[in-house]
Nanobody, 124 residues
Framework: VQLQASGGGLVQAGGSLRLSCEAS????????IAWFRQIPGKEREGVGC????????GYDPSVKGRFTISRGNAKNTVYLQMNNLKPEDTATYYC??????????????????WGKGTQVTVSS
C-alpha cells in the first residue's frame, strides 16, 4: 500500500504545475483525498480536498480560484492543478487519504495515510 505525490519542480511566478497523487495497492475511489503543503519550521497546512464521489471540492482561501483538484478518469490518480503560482506557494506538497466529508476542515491528524511529498518552488 503506497501513496506517492509527484510533479513538483521549479517554476516562475505566474506559471503552472500539475501534481499527481498515485496510489498502489488500494483504490483512491474509496477515499476523500486532501492536498497539504509544508515549509520548514511550519505546520503542514491543508490546501484542498475532493470528496469520494468527486461531486465536491474545497480549497483554502489562499489558493481558491488558482488551484483545482480532480480525479483521473482511468488511472488511480488524483491531480492538483496549480495556476498563477506565487512565491508563497513554495512548499513540499503532500497528498493524503481520509474518510471525512469534503469540503470541511483539513487536519493532519485526521488523515488516514500520507504520500511522500513533492517539492514546488516558485521563483519571483
Amino acid at each position: 500500500v503506497q501513496l506517492q505525490a509527484s510533479g513538483g519542480g521549479l517554476v516562475q511566478a505566474g506559471g503552472s504545475l500539475r501534481l499527481s497523487c498515485e496510489a498502489s495497492g488500494f483504490l483512491l475511489d474509496y477515499y476523500s483525498i486532501a492536498w497539504f503543503r509544508q515549509i520548514p519550521g511550519k505546520e503542514r497546512e491543508g490546501v484542498g480536498c475532493i470528496s469520494i464521489n468527486e461531486r465536491t471540492t474545497g480549497y483554502d482561501p489562499s489558493v481558491k480560484g488558482r488551484f483545482t483538484i480532480s480525479r483521473g478518469n482511468a488511472k488511480n490518480t488524483v491531480y492538483l492543478q496549480m495556476n498563477n503560482l506565487k512565491p508563497e506557494d513554495t512548499a513540499t506538497y503532500y497528498c493524503a487519504t481520509f474518510y471525512a466529508s469534503c469540503p470541511g476542515p483539513l487536519y493532519s491528524a485526521g488523515m488516514d495515510s500520507w504520500g511522500k511529498g513533492t517539492q514546488v518552488t516558485v521563483s519571483s
